[in-house]
């Protein structure tokens, strides 16, 4: 065990898999199998495929990973229809470099894999400017089962509800996984409910994927992996975070706390809100204290929950350890309107009980996922 090496290595965000779409001019189709019959539909403003992607692709199979490939074509608002080679990339192409996921460090890697295959022809250009949607974030990070079973315990029980089928949360806990998973996958309700996922990356190598395993992974140790997973559907999902540029390369190029905020937001959208209203605003504070107190209190009269205050607060500071101090001040913040303030229909079971659920969902964020 003492010569395996390390899973995570630099415990950075990277992109897992993405849909990626580049015109059909700049590369050339080898297998005329993709041109028959793996011909889809897109929609010309979001980016997104029409048709299911996984039957009507090109499937072409390796030692332990597929990748698909189509042809599309789409419609531009003069009316003239374009052809696009679309391939599902994934971080399995990338074999003993899986676990560091695309990066800009690793997409020499992918762009000679992609040519290896000899389904298409593709240049590191076209390969940059391509164009991503259905893109899958992760993170990893190490932990003990009993533990992450707790952590999955807690945040089933503060995740606000959802009534819609294909929504709101479910824990499972199998012989070849267990974790927790926010929404659908193909949710199209990524401002409200979108999909996230914690699950041990370690059983899921060993069962779910055990050919890749033993392929690529004998020489690293995965004892204790879990992974942190969310998808970004497409131009408008990106362009809500303020991201306008989906190529590939600008997406690689984004800088890491902005990928760990995405994230982030992925998960406290998605938790409860139920919270009591504030009736009137505490005094006597510095000018920075109290203009961060009315916001509070504005949320609350919002019913908004403490997670999505935090996250209000936080979405936007790039610094991982300033994001955290702005947490601490936030909560502290909020502690002090539900000890001082006049806060309708709060005793003080429930004081402490918000309280508690604060204070463990910050150690959750903060120290076991590394956000």
Do not use: C
């Amino acid at each position: 065990m003492g010569n395996l090496k390390p899973f995570i290595t630099s415990g950075e965000v990277s992109v897992d898999s993405a849909k990626i779409r580049i015109p059909l001019r700049l590369v050339k189709i080898l297998n005329p199998s993709i041109e028959e019959g793996h011909w889809m539909k897109v929609h010309s403003i979001t980016g997104e495929i029409q048709e299911d992607w996984k039957t009507s692709a090109y499937h072409h199979q390796e030692e332990g990973y597929t990748t698909r490939y189509a042809i599309e074509d789409q419609i531009a608002g003069d009316g003239q229809v374009y052809s696009y080679l679309t391939i599902g990339i994934n971080a399995k192409m990338l074999k003993g470099r899986y676990q560091e996921g695309i990066t800009l460090e690793t997409l020499s890697d992918l762009l000679e894999e992609i040519n290896r295959q000899s389904q298409v022809k593709v240049g590191m250009e076209a390969l940059e400017t391509a164009q991503m949607t259905d893109t899958d974030f992760k993170s990893d990070v190490y932990s003990s089962e009993p533990a992450m079973q707790e952590v999955f315990k807690f945040l089933s029980r503060i995740t606000k509800p959802f009534p819609e089928s294909g929504k709101g949360v479910r824990t499972f806990n199998q012989k070849n996984n267990h974790g927790i998973q926010w929404n659908d996958r193909k949710t199209n309700s990524f401002k409200t409910a979108p999909y996230i996922k914690i699950y041990s990356k370690e059983k899921d190598l060993q069962s779910n994927s055990n050919d890749f395993y033993q392929t690529y992974l004998t020489d690293t140790d995965v004892t204790g992996v879990y992974r942190i997973e969310s998808t970004f559907k497409n131009r408008k999902h990106f362009q809500a975070h303020g991201i306008e540029d989906t190529t590939l390369k600008a997406i690689l190029s984004l800088p890491q706390e902005k990928k760990r905020e995405m994230l982030l937001h992925s998960l406290t959208v998605n938790i409860r809100q139920e919270e009591p209203k504030v009736q009137r605003k505490a005094s006597g504070m510095n000018w920075q204290s109290q203009e961060r107190l009315s916001v509070i209190s504005a949320f609350l009269e919002l019913n908004q929950d403490i997670e999505t205050i935090l996250d209000h607060f936080t979405r936007h500071v790039s610094d991982k350890k300033n994001r955290k101090y702005i947490r601490k001040q936030v909560q502290e913040l909020y502690f002090y309107l539900l000890d001082e303030g006049s806060v309708e229909g709060v005793d003080q079971a429930k004081k402490q009980e918000v309280k508690d659920r604060i204070a463990e969902f910050n150690r959750i964020i903060s120290d076991v996922l590394d956000l």
